[in-house]
């Protein structure tokens, strides 16, 4: 760069007549090095290889985004990284969302189903929800989850080591003002002693490195520092730090009860949000439209999953196929109990809501006990139909 500022400088002085069409040429020259060639996508049936276009690429590849210096680039990396994407991007801080805003746009609005006009809405009132899940259903467990990330702070995707240690120190701060059922202690990942490492993995709380669409979307940079895991003291209230999101808030217990979990998650979101804000200034990132902002554009809105771990006998004898069919016609998505790509075993099952975008916390709930209740009624059918 200052060989070039020398040379314009006696392009200026000895030729003048030149001079503006000298420097407009350095200035495009600086455009078109920022620009990135356009990238092979691997995961051709993927949202990323419909939406990111050339034209796109062209005008947006070489922008960096404020918070982290994050670009389109690495927001795609898994689409292009892998041949098995059904999305395929990240966020690496609020700014993505706008900067790249022609690219997330679209694949927002089609992978959830709102138009450009949409509006969110959040609720996390526990009396508006009707009744419960029927307490002669066999449900083992019910578990709820937001995440929630604070503004002035890159996602995980982009995050910078320092925003993540800022932003680990702020939640331990936070933690240790929680009361009452909330209190609890805060482990972090670094420097674990082993006893408790597992003890955490014992009881499935502790997450673990090594998934790779973490590791390539740059989620897992720095490994294990600034990441940790809360609990309270009856475990039934945790909260993890700065993986796939800033914070994973999560209400849990054995049993059916889903308005107690509902009810302690919202207490726990609030606590996380009014200590942090006290402390800091900063305040979770809201938008009008996208609801809370999270790295994976799939939990936009209320980030929330709602699930229960169900024996369904019945319709393990019908059939894994029907059970879809019939969860996608109750907005339900059924899982195994290992997880989204753990395989189903035995005749238990996890029920959660299928939508995160445009319904609010409330009719999410509302939706997953209603659905739960109908599958259970439908399984006892189906358990005498086929001799269970």
């Not at 040429?25 to 990135?36: E, S």
């Amino acid at each position: 760069m200052p060989r070039v500022c020398s040379l314009s400088f006696i392009v200026l002085r000895v030729f003048p007549c030149f001079a503006i069409v000298w420097l407009m040429f350095q200035l495009t020259g600086d455009v078109n090095n920022n620009r990135k060639p356009f990238p092979l996508i691997k995961s051709t049936h993927s949202l990323v290889a419909k939406h990111v276009t050339k034209d796109k690429w062209d005008k947006l590849s070489g922008i960096k985004t404020k918070t982290s210096g994050f670009t389109l680039g690495q927001a795609i990396a898994c689409a292009v990284e892998f041949d098995d994407q059904h999305c395929g991007i990240y966020a690496g801080d609020f700014d993505s969302y706008r900067d790249f805003a022609s690219v997330f746009d679209p694949i927002i609005q089609e992978y959830h189903g709102i138009d450009a006009n949409a509006k969110h809405t959040s609720d996390m009132d526990v009396g508006k929800i009707r009744g419960n899940v029927n307490p002669k259903a066999p449900v083992k467990s019910v578990r709820i989850r937001v995440g929630r990330s604070f503004n002035g702070f890159g996602l995980s995707p982009g995050i910078t080591r320092q925003q993540r240690l800022d932003l680990e120190k702020l939640l331990s701060s936070a933690f240790s003002k929680f009361s009452g059922d909330l209190k609890g202690q805060y482990y972090p990942l670094l420097r674990m002693d082993e006893a408790v490492r597992q003890k955490l993995v014992d009881d499935h709380f502790l997450f673990m490195s090594g998934d790779r669409n973490l590791q390539v979307a740059g989620m897992e940079r720095d490994w294990p520092e600034g990441r940790g895991i809360f609990h309270n003291k009856d475990k039934t209230f945790l909260v993890w730090v700065n993986e796939e999101d800033q914070t994973r808030i999560i209400s849990m217990q054995k049993g059916g009860d889903v308005r107690a979990v509902f009810e302690r998650l919202a207490r726990g979101i609030k606590a996380v949000q009014d200590s942090v804000k006290s402390e800091s200034g900063r305040d979770f990132m809201l938008d009008p439209k996208y609801g809370y902002i999270h790295s994976c554009p799939t939990n936009l809105g209320t980030g929330m999953r709602a699930s229960v771990h169900i024996d369904l006998p019945g319709w393990t004898a019908e059939g894994l196929p029907a059970l879809k069919a019939r969860c996608e016609q109750l907005k339900l998505q059924p899982r195994g109990t290992r997880g989204e790509s753990g395989g189903q075993t035995g005749v238990t099952y996890d029920i959660s809501n299928k939508h995160r975008l445009g319904y609010s916390e409330v009719e999410l709930v509302q939706c997953m006990i209603d659905g739960v209740n109908t599958l259970f009624e439908e399984d006892l059918k189906l358990q005498k139909k086929h001799h269970v």
